[in-house]
């Protein structure tokens, strides 16, 4: 008989998480994880950031009952990841972009009924259940075909509905919407949002490498690099934890015609982007400090032979945050992951 879940208990909870690999070729150990610590609300839409190789799908693997950690100890709505697996496998959903689910030879639908039916879904639940679904993926026309006759997008989109199928308490959403067109990806974040809203205690952990995905859904943001947490707040919260003020890009062209190439202004830190080919004007960005007058450093650009073609100010973006804390663009892999390394100590 499985355990009782504790009264209440959050979504995720996560204390001193650690996850180990054996390098290969003779290496020593990697350290996927390190020590990690977090507990999501149930509610909640969490969002998790880091570079290639930071961590973020062991953590998830570990979530889900993928893989063992080393030390540490991990909770899914109240359950033990490792002593209650099956217990925590009834109350989750996973979706992994660009995973291949199902048996080729089904069809969309017979493929979803499938899931529904390994998670115990009754029949009069399911169907209906189903039919919204594949409305909500785009996928009607698509319903009686083949999963080996869609396309990767459309694939993507089945995957994403099936992670919902058995309507779960907390569904693990690994980057959702890799492969999809940007009206599908828009429809698959309404859909987790109103999903989320319509029952009380429903929750999503979700990895994206989208910046404006995790703005646009996230409750909360945790930024990991090097298996660790480096932050963990409303994006609010994040953007405070970085130098404030303006961020500013011109478009300039130097009053002779040839393409400028002026030194930082005002005492203010300048980022040249490369000459555009066609205008003869470069990009010129900055960040102008709280206080500083904006003004007064177009006075010096002009005054120092730049004319001004375009202007625009943004506030602090999630990503300033993200490269303030970690050093390093989403993309750039430190290689620290599942790659090239074998599992240490996993039974």
């Not at 570990?62 to 100890?73: V, Y």
């Not at 959702?176 to 205690?201: Q, S």
């Not at 947490?229 to 405070?240: E, K, M, N, P, V």
Request: glycine residues 12%; neutral net charge; hydrophobic residues 40%.
């Amino acid at each position: 008989m499985a355990p009782d879940a504790p009264q209440n208990p959050p979504a995720v909870d996560v204390r001193g998480l650690t996850r180990t690999f054996r390098a290969a070729r003779g290496g020593g150990e990697v350290c996927a994880l390190g020590g990690v610590d977090v507990r999501i609300e149930r509610g909640e839409i969490f969002g998790l950031l880091g570079p290639n190789g930071a961590g973020k799908t062991t953590l998830i693997k570990i979530l889900t009952t993928l893989l063992f950690p080393t030390a540490g100890e991990a909770r899914v709505a109240g359950f033990d990841v490792v002593r209650d697996a099956q217990s925590v496998r009834k109350r989750i959903g996973l979706v992994s972009g660009g995973e291949s689910s199902g048996y080729g030879i089904l069809t969309v639908r017979e493929c979803l009924w499938m899931f529904s039916q390994f998670y115990g879904v009754p029949g009069k639940i399911a169907r209906p259940r189903i039919d919204a679904l594949i409305e909500t993926a785009g996928l009607g026309e698509q319903a009686r075909t083949r999963i080996n006759r869609l396309s990767t997008g459309q694939r993507q989109r089945m995957n994403f509905a099936r992670g919902f199928v058995s309507d779960p308490d907390v569904v693990f959403l690994d980057e959702p919407t890799l492969g999809m067109d940007v009206n599908a990806a828009r429809a698959m974040r309404e859909y987790v949002a109103h999903w989320v809203r319509e029952r009380p205690g429903r929750t999503v952990l979700l990895t994206t490498h989208y910046m404006r995905e995790a703005e646009e859904l996230c409750d909360r943001i945790a930024i990991i690099d090097h298996g660790r947490l480096l932050a963990c707040d409303s994006f609010a919260g994040l953007r405070r934890l970085v130098e404030g003020g303006q961020h500013v890009e011109l478009e300039v062209r130097a009053s002779d015609g040839d393409t400028p190439a002026l030194p930082s202004l005002a005492a203010v830190p300048v980022a040249w982007g490369a000459p555009h080919p066609e205008r003869g004007t470069r990009a010129f960005k900055f960040r102008l400090p709280p206080g500083g007058s904006l003004a007064d450093v177009l006075r010096e650009l002009e005054a120092r032979g730049g004319r001004i073609e375009a202007i625009a100010t943004r506030e602090t973006s999630l990503e300033d945050v993200f490269v303030a804390l970690v050093g390093r663009g989403l993309e750039e892999s430190d290689e620290r992951e599942d790659h090239g390394a074998a599992p240490s100590g996993a039974p």
